[in-house]
């Protein structure tokens, strides 16, 4: 192959020609020169090529030889159009102002194609980005949903809110084509059921949990969740798990039953809805396993928020409905006014949406194991920034407990991502 080491500079000297055109035909020639006359103007423009660096020709045209390029240069004001064949790295063309712009031209067996994207060019940094807004919108979620529940404590309803706004959401989402609706049939309908049930319970115990007790403490009892995927991995799917893992988990145990003795702010409702939490998004993680569908994760989610809308529905009316009609909405209206009660209830549910999107997103980008140490530091970022922002006040024994958790969380996940990509590589090597 020949070598595109030596870059070939083009300048193109005209104040109207402005653009390059590929061009299907491919004319190969050794020495070029295209004279073209302006319709309003006798002046000749010539279109020069400049030589490869450190090779002199005292001829007036040039010689390039390597791999084609199709390129040709047009225009409404040039009468004949010329195809020259040439290896290029780079070009720089000179438009109606006389500056000159340099394109990055990458040649592939022996075709010109467009430059890299950025994010092609720098994955590194569009995954820390990517990272970034995961944790902020998580953050920020975690935040004003707190402060709704300071002044609205009805978190069936608000449950509600938060996946009716992502339903919207991806219905327009799909109305626009991005992405484009995938279609779903009844065996999909019954396989998505019971993850959009599990979504729906722990999506709303989680909301109860946060609305009784602080943020800090429901993420921190929300760290067992390893512990309840280990427990169902082994007794309900008959998986073995290694004793390395259970070990893991025996910090988690203690850090959040530190944590839990001395919590300020502990009540057993705020409790019980955390670990019920727990359990549901665990089996959800069952079901999703079960209902590998080949769909793309983003209709799968938003097809499991449509149904678990629908579960969490009857429970809103039932439960809260009564207290909402009677008093509820009068309340919150009367403190903070009814454009901030609206703004507040339809931004929670679009941050609530978009981080879990964005996570799906994140995750899909990385590996296990760095997909373990982010989920991770995502807990110990929204705890730290909760106990700041609403000044909660902790205990010596809980903020030893809450970082006893989240130590054995990141061992545990270390060791079951490590485990998942072995298995990974051996699978490959086996089909190989």
């Known amino acids: ?40 103007s006798n002046a000749r423009r010539l279109l020069h090529f400049s030589p490869l660096p450190g090779k002199k020709d005292s001829s007036p045209g040039v010689c390039f030889c390597g791999e084609p390029l199709k390129f040709s240069g047009g225009s409404q004001q040039i009468r004949r159009r010329v195809t020259v064949d040439f290896q290029v790295v780079s070009a720089a063309a000179a438009d109606a102002d006389g500056r000159a712009h340099e394109i990055e031209i990458e040649v592939s067996d022996g075709y010109a194609k467009p430059s890299k994207s950025f994010g092609e060019r720098f994955p590194a940094l569009v995954t820390g980005f990517f990272f970034f807004m995961w944790y902020f919108l998580n953050v920020i979620f975690n935040i004003l949903n707190k402060k709704v529940y300071n002044y609205f404590p009805y978190p069936y309803f608000v449950s509600v809110i938060h996946l009716l706004v992502g339903v919207v959401y991806c219905l327009v989402s799909w109305t626009v084509g991005l992405p484009k609706r995938a279609p779903i049939n009844k065996e999909l309908l019954v396989i998505l059921t019971p993850v959009a049930f599990c979504h729906a319970l722990g999506h709303v115990m989680s909301n109860v949990s946060f609305a009784t007790v602080a943020v800090s403490f429901t993420h921190t009892i929300k760290a067992l969740e390893p512990f309840f995927n280990a427990a169902a991995s082994q007794f309900v799917l008959g998986h073995q798990i290694p004793l390395s893992l259970w070990l893991s988990l025996a910090p988690v145990v203690i850090g959040v039953s530190m944590a839990s003795l001395t919590e300020l702010s502990f009540n057993w409702t705020g409790f019980i809805s955390a670990m019920i939490s727990n359990i549901a998004f665990t089996y959800r993680s069952i079901y999703s396993k079960k209902a590998m569908t080949g769909m793309d994760s983003t209709n799968v989610y938003a097809y499991t928020s449509i149904i678990a809308l629908l579960f969490c529905i009857p429970p809103a ?72 922002v609403f000044g909660n006040k902790i205990s010596t024994q809980t903020g030893i407990g809450t970082a006893v958790a989240i130590a054995g969380v990141a061992i545990y996940s270390l060791i079951k991502a490590n485990m998942e990509e072995g298995k990974r590589k051996a699978a490959l090597a086996a089909a190989s």
């Open 317 to 388: 009316v039932l439960i809260e409905g009564p207290q909402l009609m009677q008093y509820g909405f009068k309340a919150a209206i009367a403190k903070v006014g009814l454009f901030k009660f609206l703004s507040d209830l339809f931004w929670i549910g679009m941050f609530y949406h978009l981080y879990n999107q964005l996570a799906t997103n994140t995750l899909e980008r990385v590996a296990p194991l760095t997909h373990a140490v982010g989920n991770v530091l995502k807990r110990v970022f929204v705890i730290g920034f909760s106990i700041v």
């Open 1 to 40: 192959m020949a070598s595109t080491a030596n870059p070939v500079q083009y300048s193109i000297k005209t104040p109207r020609i402005s653009s390059l055109y590929l061009s299907s035909t491919k004319v190969c020639c050794a020495k070029v020169l295209n004279s073209t006359r302006s319709l309003t």
